[in-house]
T-cell receptor, first 112, second 113 residues
Framework: DVKVTQSSRYLVKRTGEKVFLECVQD?????MFWYRQDPGLGLRLIYF???????EKGDIPEGYSVSREKKERFSLILESASTNQTSMYLC???????????FGQGTRLTVV | KQEVTQIPAALSVPEGENLVLNCSFT??????LQWFRQDPGKGLTSLLLIQSSQREQTSGRLNASLDKSSGRSTLYIAASQPGDSATYLC????????????WGAGTKLIIKP
């Protein structure tokens, strides 16, 4: 089975801190994604990557950056955390035009 | 622009009933459609994936159908159990994209014991 692992289930950070969310997948998938999920707004794509060192902005990239130095790892970076970035963050991976998307368990981030 | 709609937004049924969740999409040019389950505070679990050339997929008590021409998919759950309580989301992959998924807002399902 495909496994997508996010480094933390819960995080509490202070306003202004630099925050790193890590995601690792074990199925050699080309594509990796970061979403945030908020009540009433559904899933919104922040960034995705289709190859090592390649990245594309999603629908809501402001305030975020990403890093993909290795195929299996995709990191989401909050350069200076703000309270409006309190949310559930979901990482996913997929093959190109392949067998669907697979998600990690989610990271609930609270910025205080 | 592709849009995905799930109706109803919430559904509550007694245990043991068979039920159908609906997903509709506006553009039939899709590569595949995927159904997910999400438990409160958790990530998404993939349930079924239907490629555009397929009409249905089955896994245990779950059966998903796809009718591209009418822009509809249904998720049928047989003999519902309290453990089926969760939010169910569908997502389509447009034909012209290698990565993009277009999401429905989900149906929150409650199975009453």
């Amino acid at each position: 089975d495909v496994k997508v692992t996010q480094s933390s289930r819960y995080l509490v950070k202070r306003t202004g801190e630099k925050v790193f969310l890590e995601c690792v997948q074990d199925m050699d998938h080309e594509n990796m994604f970061w979403y945030r999920q908020d009540p009433g707004l559904g899933l919104r794509l922040i960034y995705f990557s289709y190859d090592v060192k390649m990245k594309e902005k999603g629908d809501i990239p402001e305030g975020y950056s990403v890093s993909r130095e290795k195929k299996e790892r995709f990191s989401l970076i909050l350069e200076s955390a703000s309270t409006n970035q309190t949310s559930m963050y979901l990482c996913a991976s997929s093959m190109i035009r392949g067998l669907g998307a697979f998600f990690g368990q989610g990271t609930r981030l609270t910025v205080v | 622009k592709q849009e995905v709609t799930q109706i109803p937004a919430a559904l509550s049924v007694p245990e043991g009933e068979n039920l159908v969740l609906n997903c509709s999409f506006t553009d039939s040019a899709i590569y595949n459609l995927q159904w997910f389950r999400q438990d409160p505070g958790k990530g998404l679990t993939s349930l079924l994936l239907i490629q555009s050339s397929q009409r249905e997929q089955t896994s245990g008590r779950l059966n998903a159908s796809l009718d591209k021409s009418s822009g509809r998919s249904t998720l049928y759950i047989a003999a519902s159990q309290p453990g089926d309580s969760a939010t169910y989301l569908c997502a389509v992959r447009p034909m012209d994209s290698n990565y993009q998924l277009i999401w429905g807002a989900g149906t929150k399902l409650i199975i009453k014991p």
